[in-house]
């Protein structure tokens, strides 16, 4: 059973930085083999992606909102996935999750598509 566990979420204030993480564990699969993706959903909005890795490559994928901002990196030997945030804006505020699909064709505008979800980290910016 694949399990994901998100950390590193709290409270900030604007302009402030912080770094998500999220532990992958349980698959038979590498953390490369997925592709990963943080997903955010503030209380009376729909769940949006954020940032993605995607599998077999390319560039990271970010929410116009994020980019320049958030930098989404992963680490294969600690199966860990990372979320970097810095210039936080009070719009930042939500809970946080990581997410895992093994197909390639996945994507942020398709949350409901994606297997595997944590629990979430919330982060506040004030």
């Known amino acids: 059973q694949v399990q994901l566990v998100e950390s590193g979420g709290g409270s900030v204030q604007a302009g402030g930085s912080l770094k998500l993480s999220c532990a992958v564990s349980?698959?038979?699969?590498?953390?490369?083999?997925?592709?990963l993706a943080w997903f955010r959903q503030a209380p009376g909005k729909e769940r949006e992606g954020v940032a993605g890795i995607y599998k077999r490559g390319g560039v990271p994928d970010y929410a116009d909102s994020v980019k320049g901002r958030f930098t989404i990196s992963q680490d294969n030997a600690k199966n860990t996935l990372y979320l970097e945030m810095n210039s936080l804006k009070p719009e930042d505020t939500a809970m946080y999750y990581c997410a895992l699909d093994l197909h390639v064709g996945v994507r942020l505008a398709q949350p409901n598509y994606w297997s595997y979800w944590g629990r979430g980290t919330q982060v506040t910016v004030s």
């Open positions: 349980g698959s038979g699969y590498k953390l490369s083999d997925y592709s």
